[in-house]
């Protein structure tokens, strides 16, 4: 299925030049590219170990730079480097579609190409760069050429200067073939340098949260379930049981045994090797009132479960050092507005009272599915 992109994105010319016309080409090697439109660091670096995977073997060194300024005055200042032999400019800018413009550095000729997919969670737009990217350099290398317009005039015409992109021309690809590589059989990809879009996390919690004045902070064991849409939106499940808390007094005695669970959604934001989720969460808190024994002449009730609904707002910081674990770190702070309180009638006394606002903080190990 690749192949069958990469004839359609690159019109490479099938004409043979001979390495007189252009001199220089066997002394370059290295690859420029150039990437706008704030694709992550996690996506460069998957398109990076996309290129050297299929450029391995061929003493080409590929140098991957962001950001802004003139493109124009980048590409004329890469031109100038006597050992670079393909310019690329990968613009992710629009919402629908991305453009790859291709300049062969030695002949000073360019062509640009439109991907209509153009999602950044798309593999498959990464993996078309990529090849792309490899074939102008193996056809140049193999002595072809890769463009027949000038730059002035593609990087003139081009949406990197501001105007309307033009319809993609209609000229097919027929692309130099990979070295030891047929047509019909594409590379093979690492799985590793494909980028992640969704990640399931799944792990053990120990928690800690504040309960009543007599039990200020109590902790707890618990399990979280969690999906990430990188770069976008996460949203995880959880449940924790807290340990028994003993209320005592004149009265009599009472435990409480408490479980909480959450539901949290929030915006994702990824800098490898940390991520940061700011989070709402929806709390369910379900407090058990166990073994109660009353003073003489009290009487004591039966056991009873009393619930509390209300919010939290936090933020959930996570370490990933290695593609299948994670580390998460989360406090938040938020309000039940249920009061609570364990009394004596007739007299109603209280025995214990359960603060309205809670503190929770989090610490989680998890396993992630990417």
Same mark, same amino acid.
């Given at each position: 299925?690749?192949?069958?992109?990469?004839?359609?994105?690159?019109?490479?010319?099938?004409?043979?030049?001979?390495?007189?016309?252009?001199?220089?080409?066997?002394?370059?090697?290295?690859?420029?590219?150039?990437?706008?439109?704030?694709?992550?660091?996690?996506?460069?670096?998957?398109?990076?170990?996309?290129?050297?995977?299929?450029?391995?073997?061929?003493?080409?060194?590929?140098?991957?730079?962001?950001?802004?300024?003139?493109?124009?005055?980048?590409?004329?200042?890469?031109?100038?480097?006597?050992?670079?032999?393909?310019?690329?400019?990968?613009?992710?800018?629009?919402?629908?579609?991305?453009?790859?413009?291709?300049?062969?550095?030695?002949?000073?000729?360019?062509?640009?190409?439109?991907?209509?997919?153009?999602?950044?969670?798309?593999?498959?737009?990464?993996?078309?760069?990529?090849?792309?990217?490899?074939?102008?350099?193996?056809?140049?290398?193999?002595?072809?050429?890769?463009?027949?317009?000038? /730059? @002035?005039?593609?990087? +003139?015409? !081009?949406?990197?200067?501001?105007?309307?992109?033009?319809?993609?021309? *209609? &000229?097919? #690809?027929?692309?130099?073939?990979?070295?030891?590589?047929?047509?019909?059989?594409?590379?093979?990809?690492?799985?590793?340098?494909?980028?992640?879009?969704?990640?399931?996390?799944?792990?053990?919690?120990?928690?800690?949260?504040?309960?009543?004045?007599?039990?200020?902070?109590?902790?707890?064991?618990?399990?979280?379930?969690?999906?990430?849409?990188?770069?976008?939106?996460?949203?995880?499940?959880?449940?924790?049981?807290?340990?028994?808390?003993?209320?005592?007094?004149?009265?009599?005695?009472?435990?409480?045994?408490?479980?909480?669970?959450?539901?949290?959604?929030?915006?994702?934001?990824?800098?490898?090797?940390?991520?940061?989720?700011?989070?709402?969460?929806?709390? /369910? @808190?379900?407090?058990? +009132?166990? !073994?109660?024994?009353?003073?003489?002449?009290?009487?004591?009730?039966? *056991? &009873?479960? #009393?619930?509390?609904?209300?919010?939290?707002?936090?933020?959930?910081?996570?370490?990933?050092?290695?593609?299948?674990?994670?580390?998460?770190?989360?406090?938040?702070?938020?309000?039940?507005?249920?009061?609570?309180?364990?009394?004596?009638?007739?007299?109603?006394?209280?025995?214990?009272?359960?603060?309205?606002?809670?503190?929770?903080?989090?610490?989680?190990?998890?396993?992630?599915?990417?």
């Amino acid at each position: 299925m690749y192949w069958f992109l990469l004839s359609w994105a690159l019109p490479l010319q099938a004409q043979e030049v001979q390495t007189s016309e252009t001199p220089g080409i066997a002394t370059r090697s290295t690859v420029r590219l150039l990437a706008l439109g704030g694709l992550t660091q996690a996506r460069l670096s998957a398109l990076r170990a996309l290129i050297d995977a299929e450029l391995e073997g061929a003493e080409v060194e590929l140098v991957i730079e962001s950001g802004g300024g003139p493109v124009a005055v980048w590409v004329e200042q890469s031109q100038r480097d006597p050992s670079t032999i393909v310019i690329a400019v990968l613009d992710t800018r629009q919402p629908n579609h991305w453009q790859v413009t291709i300049v062969d550095a030695a002949r000073k000729r360019a062509i640009k190409r439109r991907l209509p997919w153009g999602m950044a969670e798309d593999a498959a737009a990464l993996e078309a760069v990529a090849s792309i990217v490899v074939s102008a350099v193996a056809a140049l290398q193999d002595g072809l050429e890769v463009a027949s317009q000038s /730059v @002035e005039e593609v990087l +003139r015409d !081009s949406e990197l200067h501001g105007d309307a992109p033009p319809e993609a021309q *209609e &000229a097919q #690809v027929q692309p130099a073939p990979d070295r030891g590589q047929s047509p019909e059989t594409p590379a093979a990809l690492p799985e590793a340098a494909r980028p992640k879009t969704w990640t399931i996390d799944a792990g053990v919690i120990g928690a800690l949260a504040s309960f009543a004045p007599a039990e200020k902070m109590t902790w707890g064991l618990g399990a979280t379930l969690g999906v990430t849409w990188v770069s976008h939106l996460a949203a995880r499940l959880s449940a924790v049981r807290f340990r028994e808390a003993v209320f005592q007094s004149e009265l009599g005695e009472f435990r409480s045994t408490r479980t909480m669970f959450g539901l949290a959604v929030g915006p994702h934001f990824e800098i490898e090797p940390l991520e940061l989720v700011p989070e709402a969460r929806f709390v /369910v @808190e379900l407090n058990e +009132r166990r !073994s109660v024994a009353g003073a003489a002449g009290v009487t004591a009730l039966e *056991e &009873a479960v #009393v619930s509390r609904y209300g919010a939290l707002a936090g933020a959930l910081c996570r370490y990933v050092p290695g593609q299948y674990v994670g580390v998460s770190l989360y406090g938040g702070a938020g309000y039940l507005p249920r009061r609570v309180k364990y009394v004596v009638t007739p007299n109603n006394e209280v025995i214990a009272e359960l603060w309205p606002w809670l503190l929770v903080a989090e610490l989680a190990l998890e396993l992630r599915l990417p």
